[in-house]
């Protein structure tokens, strides 16, 4: 059955109504789960809030299981869905780069789109700051295409690279996802702050 | 009454609620579109719609500009694009739902707003660059790679939240 756009369920035009329809759906839980706010969404790395480790793995994990059942119904097709491209240069070095504007940005783009929608001023200068990182990228291409397209791996799946079934390595990224869990319950008893 | 109102404005869902609700959403985009979510390829479409009414030679002759509208002759015409301005109504919804739609500058006490801006501003083309050398930001590369178990996705993933940790010392003034 799905996805419904790849198997002509739907057309294209019904396929961009749905992205908007999803796309509210996407920032109405970011904004409801304090993913508007950068003071939130730094605390992770501080230990005072870790919203920010909940929330992205606890939808990487509902998100990753539910395909997996969808696809033992036989309701999803996995082999049509798009699994990102692993280029290992660019993936760990473009990271990187993120990472550092993370931490002193606090907002990344999604996040950062979901503030401005409520009125964050730094978010929206936040957004002016993508599209100039975007333009740079852009216009110096040549100048890192090298990078770009360097160490590419085909599109290969965790579970493929530990030589695991798509099962087992859900199963640990599961246990791994709960481990993290009580880490950040207990950093956010040891680093308590009351108002931010 | 206004004491009522701003608790009621820093009241958010439980975070492992909202993680399955995000999921879920996620699950609905690959079920309709075979496709995850994504922020910071919308933010390239528009880069490029501009550029092709500004400097359409120079559409062509940049090998970046020139395979982003081989993929999407319309790059307004995107999925990231009309979910990017979902986006914005899901947020705003929210907020006015909570009481939290208020124009401000959020900072820690210990800097001023004009340092924050800068710091914002910075970040952002740090993040902007990164996301078009990482092939997709928080959304696009790490969430719904990891959701797919594609080992890019996590290890942009580690990348992303390795690197933010390991610099969180440096700029701590800025958050604590």
């Given at each position: 059955m799905g996805p419904l756009v790849v198997n002509e369920i739907i057309s294209e035009n019904t396929n961009l109504l749905l992205a908007f329809i999803i796309g509210i759906g996407f920032g109405f839980v970011l904004e409801s789960s304090g993913f508007s706010s950068s003071r939130k969404l730094a605390g992770v790395f501080y230990g005072y809030d870790t919203v920010v480790l909940k929330v992205f793995f606890t939808a990487a994990i509902t998100a990753m299981l539910g395909m997996l059942f969808l696809s033992l119904f036989g309701w999803l097709n996995l082999d049509l869905v798009y699994v990102n491209p692993t280029y290992l240069t660019s993936a760990i070095i473009g990271g990187i780069v993120m990472g550092a504007g993370f931490i002193i940005g606090g907002f990344c783009p999604g996040t950062s789109f979901a503030g401005a929608s409520i009125g964050k001023i730094d978010a929206m200068v936040f957004i002016g700051g993508l599209f100039i990182g975007v333009i740079i990228f852009s216009e110096g291409y040549p100048l890192w295409d090298g990078l770009y397209m360097a160490a590419f791996k085909g599109s290969p799946k965790l579970s493929e690279s530990l030589g695991l079934s798509d099962g087992i390595a859900a199963l640990l990224v599961i246990l791994a996802a709960i481990g993290m869990f009580y880490v950040a319950e207990w950093a956010e008893k040891k680093f308590p702050r009351e108002e931010y | 009454m206004e004491k009522e109102k701003k608790d009621r404005s820093r009241q958010y869902l439980n975070p492992y609620l909202g993680g399955v609700l995000l999921g879920l959403v996620l699950i609905a985009a690959n079920f309709v579109a075979g496709r995850g979510l994504g922020a910071s390829g919308a933010v390239k479409s528009v880069v490029v719609a501009a550029n092709m009414v500004v400097a359409p030679a120079h559409v062509k002759n940049n090998a970046f500009y020139a395979e982003t509208v081989k993929q999407h002759?319309?790059?307004?015409?995107n999925w990231l694009v009309f979910e990017m301005v979902g986006v914005l109504v899901g947020g705003f919804l929210s907020g006015s739902l909570w009481g939290r739609l208020k124009l401000k500058v959020e900072?820690?006490?210990?800097?001023?707003s004009r340092k924050r801006l800068i710091m914002a501003g910075t970040g952002g083309i740090l993040f902007g660059f990164g996301s078009q050398l990482g092939r997709g930001?928080?959304?696009?590369?790490?969430l719904s790679g990891m959701a797919v178990l594609s080992l890019g996705g996590f290890i942009t993933m580690a990348a992303i939240f390795g690197t933010a940790f390991a610099l969180a010392y440096f700029f701590r003034k800025n958050w604590i």
């Open positions: - | 002759p319309n790059p307004l015409k900072h820690s006490p210990k800097i001023t930001c928080t959304s696009g590369s790490a």
